[in-house]
């Protein structure tokens, strides 16, 4: 395996204007990560989105980075207004990003989640979406299999990631995988997010493992059922989690690796920050463990 960080982790750099993507591409090459990953492309002010792109994919060939992966979001239930045409296409334009990165892969979200508060599936009772999972399963299928299509022609692969809480699961994910029924598209497994459904992530991991094309890795702090407590947020079954650097948490990390690893995956391991700590000393431990744990796998 090797490892690559996502801009993502330096979010709070980034919306300050502290840093800019570029600056992140910079910072992953002195910390020793293999590979970077863009969420989204941000141009800073003065830029447009396509010739920011330009400029980032210059900077990696200047320091020898390669890109991993892109990550973008999307909804084929409510995005472009509630037209999954028109999502379809514009999720399709977007390969042109990773085309001008050569990054040999791309992320796009199936749907929005929904509040654990709520307490049901997120279109459920808000027409024209008056259904659950099982109706809105084949709508994304299908739209997913119109975009890893279209991306397979480029040398793209495609991938949803288990993100939100209505395609999260474990089942829910293998379900997409099997209904979308194309050899281009995956599962990005995020080790993590398993938690957010609170389901035990190593034995969601292994259900997921056969299908997963990409992998992120992010840690969390969790507290059980109560009020509130400062900084964190709810799971659907009302526990309690905080992001914090790898091998601070409770995600059992190494693992979950381990059962990558044993399902034969061996590509890139991104590390995903989203915790309080300092950036710098947060990503530059997370990488010190990952790599701990790509040593000891049994």
């Not at 948490?249 to 989203?274: M, S, W």
Request: overall charge negative.
């Amino acid at each position: 395996m090797k490892t690559a960080v996502t801009t993502y982790s330096f979010q709070r750099l980034l919306a300050s204007g502290q840093m800019t993507q570029e600056d992140c591409i910079v910072r992953a090459v002195e910390m020793g990560f293999d590979a970077i990953e863009f969420s989204d492309i941000i141009p800073p002010q003065g830029h447009d989105k396509k010739s920011y792109a330009r400029k980032l994919a210059v900077t990696c060939k200047e320091y020898n980075m390669p890109v991993c992966n892109i990550c973008f979001g999307a909804d084929f239930l409510n995005g472009s207004g509630g037209d999954t045409r028109a999502e379809v296409r514009r999720v399709i334009d977007l390969l042109e990003y990773a085309v001008i990165l050569e990054s040999p892969s791309i992320r796009h979200d199936a749907s929005a989640g929904y509040s654990p508060e709520s307490r049901k599936d997120p279109y459920a009772g808000k027409a024209p979406y008056e259904y659950t999972f099982e109706y809105a399963l084949p709508i994304v299928a299908d739209a997913c299999r119109e975009v890893t299509a279209a991306a397979d022609k480029l040398g793209i692969r495609t991938s949803v990631e288990n993100h939100g809480y209505f395609f999260q699961s474990g089942p829910r994910m293998t379900q997409m995988v099997h209904a979308v029924a194309h050899p281009n598209f995956g599962i990005l497994c995020d080790i993590g997010n398993f938690l957010c459904m609170d389901q035990e992530p190593a034995a969601s991991v292994a259900m997921v493992a056969p299908v997963t094309t990409h992998v992120h890795c992010k840690d969390f702090l969790y507290k059980p059922y109560a009020d509130k407590p400062e900084g964190y947020f709810s799971t659907s079954e009302k526990n309690w989690l905080r992001g914090t650097y790898l091998g601070n948490g409770v995600v059992p990390v190494k693992q979950c690796l381990n059962i990558l690893a044993r399902h034969g995956y061996d590509g890139y391991v991104t590390v995903e920050f989203e915790g309080s700590e300092d950036n710098v000393y947060a990503l530059s431990e997370g990488l010190v463990f990952l790599k701990r744990c790509f040593n000891s796998f049994v």
